[in-house]
């Protein structure tokens, strides 16, 4: 089974934190998502990467940076955070012809 | 840019009901669809791939269908169960999309399913 881990489920910070959102993913797929999922706004593109540090920015990336050293691994950095960037965060990867596969969700509070 | 609404936004039905939920998207060069489940405060499971290509896909009690020509979808719950109460997500991959492989999704349709 597809695997896609990330590091916390719960995440409490304050504004002006630089703060780092981790994942993993066990399938070797080259592509990798960040989205945010907002009540009435549903799902948004952050970020996405489509092989080892390479990044492309998304519907919605201020206020947010990625990171992509390693294939399995694809950070969120919130370089400095405020309270509108409080969400629901969730991680994805997919291969060629395959289901997109997401982890548990963070979610970030932003005090 | 690509629209994908699901309708209705909330149902809920007895147990034992067969159900349908459907999502429409308003372009239809895509490259797959697929369907999602989400429980309270967690991640989306992948239920259903449906590729641009094919017409259907089931799995167990699940059925979606793809009619990309009028951008429509349907996921069919057969003999609804109180465990099936969740989120359910329809979303898209584009062809030849800025945004590579990301999906759009639709808000979502809300199941309750009652004893």
């Known amino acids: 089974d597809v695997k896609v881990t990330q590091s916390s489920r719960y995440l409490v910070k304050r504004t002006g934190e630089k703060v780092f959102l981790e994942c993993v993913q066990d399938m070797d797929h080259e592509n990798m998502f960040w989205y945010r999922q907002d009540p009435g706004l549903g799902l948004r593109l952050i970020y996405f990467?489509?092989?080892?540090?390479?990044?492309e920015k998304g519907d919605i990336p201020e206020g947010y940076s990625v990171s992509r050293e390693k294939k399995e691994r694809f950070s969120l950095i919130l370089e400095s955070a405020s309270t509108n960037q409080t969400s629901m965060y969730l991680c994805?990867?997919?291969?060629?012809?395959?289901?997109?596969?997401f982890g548990d969700g963070t979610r970030l509070s932003i005090l | 840019k690509q629209e994908v609404t699901q309708i209705p936004a909330a149902l809920s039905v007895p147990e034992g009901e067969n159900l349908v939920l459907n999502c429409s998207f308003t372009d239809s060069a895509i490259y797959n669809l697929q369907w999602f489940r989400q429980d309270p405060g967690k991640g989306l499971t992948s239920l259903l791939l449906?590729?641009?290509?094919?017409r259907e896909q089931t799995s167990g009690r699940l059925n979606a269908s793809l009619d990309k020509s009028s951008g429509r979808s349907t996921l069919y719950i057969a003999a609804s169960q109180p465990g099936d109460s969740a989120t359910y997500l329809c979303?898209?991959?584009?062809?030849?999309?800025?945004?590579?492989?990301?999906?759009?999704f639709g808000k979502g349709t809300s199941l309750l399913v009652t004893p």
């Open positions: 990467s489509y092989d080892v540090k390479m990044k």
């Open positions: 449906i590729q641009s290509s094919q």
């Open positions: 979303a898209v991959r584009q062809l030849n999309s800025n945004s590579g492989y990301a999906l759009n």
């Open positions: 994805a990867s997919t291969g060629t012809k395959q289901p997109q596969h």
